[in-house]
């Protein structure tokens, strides 16, 4: 493809996000009028004061929080398949959402297993911060096994393992807990964008925007690991460098969106393959904006899904990003020459 | 006399595992030099890979030196490395999607920004790589759309497009077809002498590299690495030392591998060309030496035997079979 028509494909994503953003904050259970958001939001006319509340204190750091998890999770994880050279791999394959999972559930758990009693009332600071000590706790070890480890295939060996270690304690914690403590758990690990406030969604854009910047500085040598780590290493780039700044990046971005909105499943591992079929690139100059414009719009999609316009309830945003983007990583491994477009 | 691009003095080199030492190769001396093309031959699992690895830089030696440019390559960084020396590899990943112009420009990693950005030099050396190559149509293709031989020489030119005053290639044309296998060695040649580069490869085709090389390198076990211009190794007989067993030899006068049980009683008369094949299909076919004389006749072909004639040779070995 060439490089104006791939700057053009960038700028019509740019559009369709600005459109899903305003379609997100438009449906819910109330529904309010794309006119009305714009001119509510740049003049302040709201027809109710109760739409008001509702878009600038639900829906927007809602429809924000999308934003910021999709490009973080599609980036983390098209950092993963570039660097493991594995299409399979996604932002979790290090076992961060699990290490997320396990700094909750000790939290929930075993907070009401000692009779603490923390019911529904449970702040969401507390989680944030348990999530991020869980996912920070799993990176330092996972960081301390790749300092002795040379090859990388191993490394993602030990993070899926990990990650099963991890998930079975969280199993075993969650055996010994009572039924309220364990709905809460089951609650946060199907993902959630809402409930948060402006406070936390802006502590969140500052850390996303930090683990933007290492993927920023190894545009280049991902671009050059695409022959693989000894072509890499060859054409100067050093992969032990890069393996630090992937962990790094991967490590902030996925394990403070699972510490914020719960584990988010498969939009990290199936936008940077969107991407790379709707921008026939390999070039991660494209595909590293592509990724992240795509995963926020498919996110934000997924979000209005699952708000069941026009009804009170929601689905757990796990369970719709799962059952869109299950089919889509089966249609791609069905593809005939998948292989050998990745 | 100008100063030699790698050298290796009294090398030796070995993979530790645990407590365990293994060495490959021991006390090695050779010279690379530019504007050569320089073959490396020898059997598999002599150590030729590990060889090529301590020249990257990827695996320290245990004795001896080892200068790239007259600096020892544990001292170079990786991109100081990189700027020198250039590698076509054995590794088979390709990403489909990617077109041949970008698989070049890649070699240009290590001169760009951090962006990766082609500055006005990068794309010159960019196109000077597809013409030497002459892949310049093929810029725009992808590369799960060309052919095993063009991919090939996508990835020579990659190496060229780098920049660096020494190439390196493993075996790169194992899995090629017969033309391809000319095509490429020839334009290592070209490349070497026409960029004044120091070419090093590492291939198995004995036949195809004494027409190309300037210099061979034989490497096998328990000897140390000899080299010399591949025509000197040939007339010393030095180049035996590539098939050390008791059933093959280099065969001088056609410049090929023969089984060293071929002998030279037949009594065949005819054209000097159709009695070397004649007698090579008999051989082949492992028919007993006969003692009669064997006459070939050109135009039409028929071969005369005992007062028989065969039209072709296969009436004529399998008579004699069942002789």
């Known amino acids: 493809m060439k490089k104006n028509s791939s700057t053009t494909y960038l700028l019509v994503a740019l559009i369709l996000l600005i459109f899903s953003f305003l379609i997100n904050v438009s449906l819910g259970s109330v529904s309010i009028s794309i006119p009305e958001i714009v001119s509510g939001m740049f003049s302040g006319n709201w027809t109710k004061s109760s739409h008001e509340q509702i878009i600038l204190n639900y829906r927007l750091p809602k429809a924000i929080l999308a934003i910021l998890a999709g490009v973080g999770l599609s980036i983390s994880g098209l950092q993963m398949q570039t660097f493991f050279r594995n299409p399979l791999a996604g932002p979790f394959v290090l076992g961060i959402s699990s290490g997320s999972g396990l700094g909750v559930a000790i939290l929930i758990l075993a907070s009401s297993a000692l009779g603490l009693g923390m019911g529904s009332g449970i702040n969401p600071w507390a989680t944030v911060i348990a999530g991020t000590l869980g996912a920070g706790l799993v990176l330092v070890i996972v960081s301390l096994v790749a300092w002795r480890i040379k090859d990388s295939m191993t490394l993602l060996i030990v993070g899926l393992m990990f990650g099963s270690a991890v998930s079975a304690v969280i199993s075993v914690l969650s055996y010994f807990s009572g039924a309220e403590a364990l709905k809460i758990f089951t609650v946060w690990s199907m993902g959630s964008l809402g409930g948060l406030v402006w406070e936390q969604v802006s502590v969140l854009t500052f850390i996303i925007l930090l683990g933007i910047i290492p993927m920023v500085l190894s545009i280049k040598s991902y671009n050059a690991m695409l022959l693989g780590e000894s072509y890499a290493r060859s054409m100067g780039i050093n992969p032990t460098r890069l393996r630090w700044l992937m962990i790094l990046s991967t490590g902030i971005l996925a394990g403070s969106i699972t510490a914020f909105c719960g584990p988010i499943a498969f939009i990290g591992i199936a936008v940077p393959h969107l991407a790379r079929m709707v921008w026939k690139s390999v070039d991660h100059r494209i595909l590293f904006p592509a990724s992240a414009v795509l995963g926020a719009i498919l996110l934000l999609i997924c979000d209005a899904i699952g708000q069941i316009p026009g009804s009170a309830q929601t689905l757990p945003i796990n369970a719709v990003t799962s059952l869109i983007g299950a089919p889509i990583v089966i249609s791609l491994v069905l593809k005939k020459n998948f292989s050998k477009e990745f | ?323």
């Open chain 2, 1 to 323: 006399m100008k100063n030699p691009s790698i050298i290796g003095r009294n090398l030796t080199l070995g993979y530790q595992k645990g407590k365990l030492l293994k060495e490959v190769v021991e006390s090695l001396d050779f010279e690379l030099y530019a504007g050569e093309l320089t073959c490396l031959l020898g059997p598999n699992g002599v150590g030729k890979s590990t060889l090529i690895k301590a020249i990257l830089g990827q695996l320290p030696p245990w004795n001896g030196e080892l200068l790239i440019d007259q600096k020892e390559v544990s001292t170079l960084s990786i991109s100081e490395l990189a700027k020198t020396l250039a590698v076509v590899l054995t590794d088979p990943v390709f990403p489909g999607n990617m077109t041949v112009g970008q698989l070049v420009a890649l070699g240009r990693v290590v001169h760009t920004d951090w962006t990766g950005r082609l500055g006005k030099d990068d794309k010159i050396a960019v196109k000077n790589a597809l013409s030497l190559t002459k892949i310049g149509y093929l810029e725009n293709e992808r590369l799960s759309e060309i052919s095993d031989g063009q991919r090939q020489k996508a990835m020579i030119a990659r190496a060229l497009a780098q920049d660096s005053g020494i190439l390196i290639l493993d075996e790169p044309t194992a899995h090629l077809d017969l033309v391809n296998r000319y095509e490429i060695m020839h334009l290592l040649r070209e490349i070497s002498h026409k960029e004044n580069k120091a070419v090093l490869v590492v291939t198995h085709d004995l036949e195809i590299a004494i027409e190309t090389a300037d210099q061979f390198w034989i490497l096998n076990c328990g000897i140390p690495l000899i080299s010399g211009i591949p025509e000197e190794l040939v007339i010393s007989g030095k180049i035996n030392h590539l098939l050390p067993g008791e059933k093959f030899h280099f065969d001088v006068d056609k410049g090929r591998i023969k089984k060293k049980s071929e002998k030279d009683n037949w009594k065949i008369i005819g054209d000097p060309v159709y009695r070397y094949w004649v007698k090579k299909a008999l051989e082949k076919a492992e028919v007993n030496l006969q003692e009669s004389q064997i006459q070939v006749n050109q135009s039409p072909f028929s071969v005369e035997f005992e007062g028989k004639s065969f039209a072709t040779l296969r009436d004529f070995i399998s008579f004699l079979i069942k002789k």
